[in-house]
């Protein structure tokens, strides 16, 4: 039988479902499940015979959480927010109910740095490249960090020259992909060897794109390889969407160039909501807590809220 986690996950992922109409169908009393999404009801056994055969007719299906949904969060640029988005968007998604994984697949760390986490013996390249497992720790509960550093770096020709490089963080989160919702990975700031493989290895993925000509040099080749991974390697891999971040919406530049990249890129899907340029982020960072914990009232806190319930809509 459906569990009741597992009716509120599929009601967050189909935002546009009209709650009070499955309580009419499912023969349930009025805002059962508006008291459920609220946590000021916890669904019964009854509850969930009742409403199990409705949301199977509106698509749920036993398969949709038995693995997670692995996204990368994108850019061959710095300095786009990368990281901002793959550790707020996780904790927003932990926040809606959600089991997170953050991969921090980049050499420079900054994932794990930001959540306080410094020093490891064991990191993702040493599981890609060694007979160990991924390291996991968690942050907070229902979400959790795979760690990255320099060593990465150091041993970027190791994983080059390995059998089957492209698939390996692939073949290492499928062996957990059971324990987590969404697997959220934050890539380097570079079209190598360790993009490749976290793009091989998604189902989604996410590009942060600074509303600036600087940030757009080059995004034809990003496409261009995620592209080639599609069609060489991983045929189900989804572009989720464009995300602007670090936008002033103000400034005429920017909203000249948001333009620009809606036209020069209608095929790509582009996400509404814009992530605002602002100082509390780099505070956040600097203390090491993510938006939500470091200010949950901020218009930053509120944007990836949005992003969060966007997500499962476009």
């Not at 969060?73 to 932990?94: C, E, P």
């Amino acid at each position: 039988m459906i569990s009741a986690e597992k009716i509120i996950k599929f009601l967050r992922q189909k935002p546009a479902l009209n709650l009070s109409q499955i309580e009419k169908e499912s023969g349930l009393p009025s805002r059962t499940l508006h008291k459920a999404f609220s946590g000021s009801l916890k669904l019964n056994e009854k509850h969930c015979q009742l409403i199990e055969p409705v949301l199977r007719n509106y698509g749920y299906a036993d398969e949709l959480f038995s693995k997670a949904k692995i996204i990368s969060i994108v850019n061959h640029k710095g300095g786009v927010g990368k990281t901002t988005t793959t550790i707020n968007l996780g904790k927003a998604l932990v926040i809606s109910g959600f089991r997170v994984l953050l991969v921090d697949f980049d050499s420079q760390g900054n994932t794990s740095q930001c959540c306080g986490v410094h020093q490891v013996d064991v990191q993702v390249i040493d599981a890609l490249l060694e007979k160990v497992d991924l390291p996991i720790i968690p942050l907070d509960e229902n979400l959790f960090l795979a760690p990255s550093n320099i060593k990465m770096a150091y041993r970027e020709l190791e994983l080059i020259n390995s059998i089957g490089n492209e698939k390996r963080l692939k073949n290492r989160l499928q062996k957990i992909s059971e324990e987590f919702d969404f697997i959220i990975i934050d890539c380097p700031p570079a079209l190598n060897i360790f993009t490749t493989n976290a793009l091989v290895a998604s189902d989604l993925c996410i590009i942060p794109l600074q509303p600036e000509a600087s940030a757009l040099y080059g995004v034809d080749s990003l496409f261009n390889r995620i592209y080639e991974v599609r069609e060489e390697s991983n045929p189900s891999l989804i572009v989720k969407g464009i995300l602007f971040t670090m936008v002033t919406e103000n400034t005429l530049v920017h909203k000249q160039m948001i333009d620009y990249v809606k036209k020069e890129y209608k095929h790509i899907p582009i996400f509404n909501v814009l992530i605002e340029r602002a100082t509390i982020i780099q505070q956040s960072q600097v203390a090491q807590k993510d938006i939500f914990t470091y200010s949950p009232k901020s218009p930053v806190a509120l944007q990836y809220a949005e992003l969060a319930k966007e997500f499962f809509i476009i």
